[in-house]
């Protein structure tokens, strides 16, 4: 008869809630408050209060208290994270609920005004956070992100987190419809988004920047053509990928890695940009089911390498002098010279823009005689699977 008439027992939650005494770290100390959430309106009415939220806004992004035990010390943030992540309307709720209070927005985005590095844990709360008021208020948040002055600057400026990372693209995935992309794409544009990325591969820019700057350009061009394969429209373009392929962004990023350079780590992370720029191009061309697509997409793989060819000369120059880098011992002896992932990405780089059969590029591979350089280092470097 109990559970035909659908009764819940009573639940040690509900008891905390009834106590004028009760806490936030009270609440969030209990078992199944994540879960208790989904139902439990009682609960949802005690954490939408102006008082909690802040409290959870604080959890979110403050250092927990040195004195905790290292297994408790960050279970609050994480469960304070997590209430905004369920898929139900009382997430919703909560999202309503602190975009409706700017304040509590402001507190939330000064997490980003600590110098570098973040804590790696406390950014992956932040992000979390800031993704799901995207998912659920995306015009308040990009109306408001675009309104803060700097705003994308500060996001870069932590850029050597990789949540940080993750949240830039998590904002592009977040927008995917046609309205919505637009107004953040404008807010990229406007905030020069990709010029801002490609400034960080150089090499005076610290090792993890230029990593995650290099991994961001190369996962935008994916997240754009993966746009584009969805599109109803076959003469769609995609303004995002139009600046991150411009012939601009590419000689920038060329300059940086290529001028006055003699450490290989930018030159793998620029050559490994052009090569997400050409494979995607090439894996677009090859799904599409339709003539136009294709042609549209070799006439973009004809401007990426277009781009590429006034600079074939300074990269078949590393190929002759590589980087220095350091001995390799291998199974089959000491190699003085490694092969290097430098010399190794510019040599997939080649092989991508020999795909495309661009004229102008053709014609310079020739006039420089690249091939029998690559077929040097094929029989110099025998034992190299990769070559």
């Known amino acids: 008869m109990f559970w035909k008439m659908r009764m819940q027992p ?64 960050y279970r609050r943030p994480y469960v304070a994270c997590n209430l905004f ?17 700017e304040s509590l927005l402001d507190r939330l985005w000064s997490f980003l005004d600590q110098p570098a590095p973040l804590n790696p844990l406390l950014a992956s709360f932040f992000s979390r956070v800031l993704l799901s008021l ?31 990372m993750d949240l830039i693209l998590g904002m592009l995935s977040a927008c995917d419809s046609s309205p919505l992309r637009r ?22 820019v610290d090792e993890d920047k230029q990593r995650n700057a290099a991994r961001t350009l190369s996962e935008l061009v994916r997240l754009c053509y993966d746009h584009l394969a969805r599109s109803s429209d076959v003469l769609h373009s995609d303004q995002l990928l139009d600046i991150l392929e411009h012939d601009d962004t590419i000689q920038q990023l060329l300059h940086n890695v290529l001028v006055e350079n003699t450490s290989a780590s ?25 003539d136009t697509p294709v042609v549209a997409n070799e006439e973009a793989a004809r401007q990426v390498v277009g781009s590429l060819t006034p600079w074939l000369a300074a990269l078949h120059r590393l190929l002759l002098e590589p980087p220095p880098s350091r001995p ?12 290097g992932p430098a010399r190794l990405g510019i040599v997939q780089l080649i092989l991508l823009c020999l795909q495309s059969k661009v004229p102008e590029f053709l014609h310079e591979f020739v006039r420089l005689n690249v091939g029998p350089t690559l077929l040097d280092l094929f029989f110099e470097y025998m034992w190299n699977n990769f070559l």
Not at 268 to 287: A, E, F, I, P, W
Not at 328 to 339: D, F, K, Q, R
Request: aromatic share 2%; hydrophobic share 45%.
């Open 10 to 73: 009573p639940s040690a939650l509900d008891d905390l809630l009834a106590s004028d005494s009760c806490t936030l770290e009270e609440v969030l100390d209990e078992e199944n408050v994540v879960d208790e959430l989904r139902s439990n309106r009682a609960l949802l009415d005690f954490l939408t209060r102006q008082d909690i939220l802040s409290g959870i806004v604080t959890l979110v992004i403050e250092e927990p208290p040195d004195d905790l035990e290292e297994s408790v010390r």
């Open 85 to 101: 992540s369920l898929e139900q309307s009382s997430a919703n709720a909560l999202a309503d609920s602190v975009v409706a209070d």
């Open 134 to 164: 995207l998912q659920r208020k995306a015009v308040v948040m990009i109306e408001y992100l675009s309104s803060r002055s700097g705003s994308l600057d500060q996001l870069l400026g932590h850029i050597d987190t990789s949540a940080i």
């Open 183 to 204: 107004d953040l794409i404008q807010w990229f544009r406007d905030a020069q988004l990709v010029k801002s990325l490609v400034d960080l591969v150089r090499p005076s």
């Open 266 to 290: 930018p030159i793998v992370r620029g050559v490994s940009v052009l090569q997400s720029m050409l494979t995607l191009q090439q894996g677009l061309t090859d799904q599409s089911t339709t």
């Open 328 to 339: 390799v011992l291998t199974t089959v002896g000491t190699i003085a010279v490694p092969v």
